[in-house]
């Protein structure tokens, strides 16, 4: 009982540490930006912070639409193949119609692709 305490207890501070860091991290890369040095006055960077993260906002969107769009389409075919072999079983000759019943929930994964990729073609 004592040790997960303890492992709770360090994740915990693990994710206060990860919390804080992603919250200052801006300021610190604002403060590095002003002591400009001449290599860096002869390679401007062009990119702020904002921008890092809001192609960082977009990869980790795009990762969420595949991931719940797989998860959600994993799920449907599962229940409806099962239910499908059964039927097969019974009556034979619904194959045609379980095949399409069991190809309607790819629908959802290929528009999980669409919005991942224009999420992607949103962070040029």
Not at 23 to 37: D, L, R
């Amino acid at each position: 009982m004592v040790m997960v305490f303890n492992v709770r207890k360090m994740m915990f501070v693990a994710l206060a540490l990860m919390a804080l860091a992603c919250y200052f991290s801006p300021v610190c890369f604002a403060a590095a930006e002003g002591g400009a040095t001449e290599a860096a006055k002869e390679f401007p960077v062009t990119d702020t912070v904002g921008s890092g993260l809001r192609a960082l906002g977009l990869a980790i969107g795009a990762g969420i639409a595949i991931a719940g769009a797989g998860l959600g389409t994993g799920r449907a075919q599962g229940a409806v193949g099962a239910a499908g072999a059964g039927a097969i079983a019974e009556k034979p000759e619904s194959f045609g119609n379980i095949l399409l019943l069991f190809a309607i929930p790819e629908t959802i994964v290929i528009l999980g692709f669409v919005v991942a990729f224009l999420l992607l073609n949103k962070i040029v």
